[in-house]
């Protein structure tokens, strides 16, 4: 399995970023696609993620309103749009396939996503200045 991310970049507070990710080589139906990221001493944490079936998702608190996760399934692409952007932001962003979609997004997405995540990107660093 690949994931390939690309997008991230430098933007001032306010601004917006898009990112995408394609994954490839899954080989099962029923998996998600999610983003997540780490701060500078901080956890991993869930930003979002949308089931390849039913196109359900799930949002981290802190982007709700702001983060968009959309999936392109003739392209198999999944975008992250990010928009009213802060120096909070800023972080490595990495997008995983997360499976099985029978728990629902909101598990895989959830405080128990470390159960569930299958595959990971390589990361694309996201940096916000103020």
């Known amino acids: 399995v690949q994931l390939v991310e690309s997008g991230g970049g430098l933007v001032h507070a306010g601004g917006t970023l898009k990112l995408s990710c394609a994954p490839s080589?899954?080989?099962?139906?029923?998996?998600?696609t999610g983003w997540f990221r780490e701060a500078p001493g901080k956890g991993r944490e869930p930003v979002a993620c949308?089931?390849?079936?039913?196109?359900?998702?799930h949002y981290g608190e802190s982007v709700k309103g702001r983060f968009t996760i959309v999936r392109d399934s003739a392209n198999n692409t999944v975008f992250l749009q990010m928009n009213t952007l802060s120096p909070e932001d800023t972080a490595v962003y990495y997008c995983?396939?997360?499976?099985?979609?029978?728990?629902?997004?909101?598990?895989?997405?959830?405080?128990?996503?470390?159960?569930?995540?299958?595959?990971w990107g390589q990361g694309i660093q996201v940096t916000v200045s103020s």
């Open positions: 080589g899954v080989t099962r139906s029923d998996y998600a």
């Open positions: 949308i089931s390849t079936g039913d196109g359900s998702t």
């Open positions: 995983a396939v997360l499976s099985p979609t029978m728990v629902g997004v909101s598990t895989l997405c959830g405080r128990s996503w470390r159960s569930y995540s299958d595959h």
